[in-house]
């Protein structure tokens, strides 16, 4: 006699569906706190550079200020950070 499978197909179909959707949404918070980690760290840098600046009386610009805190290149944010302890002005910094 042939019984109809849909049922327990079904079931399974939606078990499997759902595993996945949840896997995706685990997926996508993981990458979701990676960026907002990686965006917090390049936002520190940032300050630490305005910081540093402040700190040892070098004029900041309100357009450098924008460029500082705008960027979210980590290189390029370690290497302002290093010149920031000795440059003498933001153009300096900048080049």
């Known amino acids: 006699m042939i019984t109809d499978e849909r049922p327990y197909v079904s079931e399974l179909f939606q078990s499997l569906e759902e595993k996945g959707r949840q896997k ?3 997926e996508g918070r993981e990458e979701g706190r990676e960026e907002g980690r990686e965006e917090g760290r390049a ?3 940032a300050e630490a550079v ?3 600046l402040d700190g040892r009386g070098v004029e ?3 357009e450098a200020r924008e460029r500082i805190s705008a ?3 980590e ?3 370690n ?3 290093l010149r920031a302890a000795r440059v003498d002005s933001v153009e300096a910094l900048f080049s």
């Open 24 to 26: 995706g949404r685990e």
């Open 71 to 73: 960027c979210r290149d």
């Open 75 to 77: 290189e390029q944010l």
């Open 79 to 81: 290497a302002w950070l």
């Open 60 to 62: 900041v610009s309100q």
């Open 50 to 52: 305005l910081m540093l």
């Open 43 to 45: 936002e520190a840098k």
